[in-house]
C-alpha cells in the first residue's frame, strides 16, 4: 500500500514509506508527516576558488523549538534511498546524505490554532570566523596543511580536516616567513590561489587545484552522461558578463628560493591595463596551478565567455521517466557536488558546448517536486583550460550528420 501524503511527488514515486528524514543529535528524528519543505543551497555561484559554507532551510508543519547549536542532518531514509536505487540505479549509500550542518536560527508563522516552524542551519564550516584559533605557518609547510590548519579548530570538533583531492606537490608551499594566522585569512590560502573547498552533502570537506579537477572532468567525460538541453526546464539564462576592455593580468609567485612573474593576455598591447596578483608568499616548483589560475583571470574577461547562472532540472520528472537517459542522468545527479564537472553538447547553443563546472547548487524538495537548480561555468574561467567537444550521447546532440559517426552503440 503506498505511503498515503498529497502532491505531485508522492504521486510519482508512489512510496510505501517515508522518503525524507531530518535528525538532529538531540534524539528528534521527524519524517515526512512533518517537513513540509525543504530547500539546501551549496556554493554561492562564483567561478573562484575559496570555502562556500552550505546552507538548509526546513519547514515544519507544527510548531518545534530546538537548541541553536546542535548537530543536523537533512538525509533520505534507507526506505528512500533504496527506492531511488530501484528507480534509477544510484547507490543508495551514496546518494542517501542531502545535508549535515549545525542548528542555526528558527521562526515560528503563529496562525492562530496552528503554527509552523521554519529551522535553518549551515555547514560547520560557517562558524570557523567565530572560534579563536591562530596558527603560524612555517617557511616549506605545504599549503594543503595550511588549508586544514585553518579550517579546524578544538571548539568545533565536528569538522576534523579536509580531504586532499590532489598530490601535495600541486598546492605549493610556504614561500615567505608568515604573521600569525586566523581562519580570516583562509583567502590568500585558497581562492587566491584558485584551491577550491568542497563542502560535501555528507558535510565533509574536500581542497583540490585546478589540475585535479581537471583530471577527473577529463577521465569522466565518457562515463557521465551530457546533460541534454530537453533534460533541462525552460527558459534557461545564459550570460556574457564582460563589459569593459579586457585587461592583462600579471601574477608574481614564488619558485625556489627566488622569485616568477609572468603575464596573461595580450602583452604586445602597450596600452592594456596590467592586473597584478601577488602571490609571493606561496612557492610553486609544480607551476601548473598557478599558471591555470592566470589563465583563468584572463578568461574571466573574455568578451565571448557566457555562463549559465541559473539552470533548472526537474528531478521528479527524471527519476519517473520512461527513459533510460534521463534516468541514468537522475542517477548522476543525485551524487552531484558542488564543484563537479557538468557536460553539454550539440544540443546546446555553440557557445555553452563544453565542459561546465557546478558553482552553485539549489535543491528544493515539497511535496508537489523535487528540483535541482544548477549554476554552471565553462571550464576556462573555472579551472585555466579551454574544453574539448563534448561527444554526443543521444541523436539531439549530435552537431553533425549521424551518417559520419564511427562509433558504435556501445562505444558512445
Partial sequence: ????????????????????????????????????????????????????????????????????????????????AQLMNTLVGASASVIQPRFAGRIGRQHVDDRGRRQQTTLMAASWTAQLGRVRKTYTP???????????????????????????LA??????????????????????????LGIKAIET????????????????????????????????????KWQQ?????????????GVGASTNTATWGDVDDPNAVVVDHDLTHARFNNEDQVRAEGFRLRAL???????????????????????????????RLLRLEDGDPVYLSGDWHHQLQGIHFVT?????????????????????IVIGSVSPTVPARVWDSATYPWSDESRTWNAA
Fill in 360 to 380: 552553485g547548487i539549489t535543491e528544493t524538495i515539497t511535496g508537489t517536486g523535487w528540483t535541482l537548480a544548477l549554476s554552471l561555468a565553462p571550464s576556462q
Fill in 1 to 80: 500500500m503506498a505511503y498515503t501524503r498529497p502532491g505531485r511527488l508522492y504521486r510519482k514515486l508512489q512510496p510505501d514509506q517515508p522518503l525524507f528524514r531530518l535528525t538532529v543529535e538531540d534524539g528528534t528524528d521527524l519524517r515526512d508527516s512533518t517537513l513540509t519543505g525543504v530547500t539546501i543551497k551549496r556554493g554561492d555561484g562564483s567561478p573562484d576558488g575559496g570555502v562556500t559554507p552550505s546552507t538548509l532551510e526546513v519547514g515544519l508543519s507544527a510548531y518545534a523549538s530546538i537548541r541553536s547549536g546542535l548537530h543536523c542532518s537533512l538525509s533520505l531514509t534507507d526506505y528512500g
Fill in 301 to 331: 574577461e573574455w568578451e565571448s565567455a557566457y555562463s549559465i547562472p541559473n539552470v533548472e532540472i526537474d528531478l521528479l520528472h527524471l527519476l519517473t521517466s520512461p527513459r533510460k537517459y534521463d534516468r541514468d542522468q537522475a542517477a
Fill in 167 to 192: 598530490t601535495l606537490d600541486q598546492y605549493g608551499t610556504v614561500h615567505q616567513a608568515q604573521d600569525p594566522q586566523t581562519y580570516g585569512d583562509i583567502g590568500k590560502w585558497t581562492s587566491d
Fill in 138 to 164: 612555517a617557511v616549506g609547510t605545504n599549503i594543503a596543511t595550511v588549508i586544514s590548519e585553518l579550517m579546524t579548530a578544538p571548539a568545533l570538533p565536528r569538522l576534523s580536516g579536509p580531504t586532499r
Fill in 241 to 253: 558578463d564582460s563589459e569593459g576592455i579586457p585587461r592583462n593580468q600579471r601574477l608574481t609567485w
Fill in 201 to 236: 552533502r555528507a558535510g565533509s570537506q574536500q581542497i583540490t587545484t585546478h589540475a585535479a579537477r581537471w583530471a577527473d572532468a577529463l577521465a569522466n567525460m565518457d562515463y557521465w552522461l551530457p546533460v541534454i538541453r530537453s533534460q533541462a526546464l525552460a527558459p534557461a
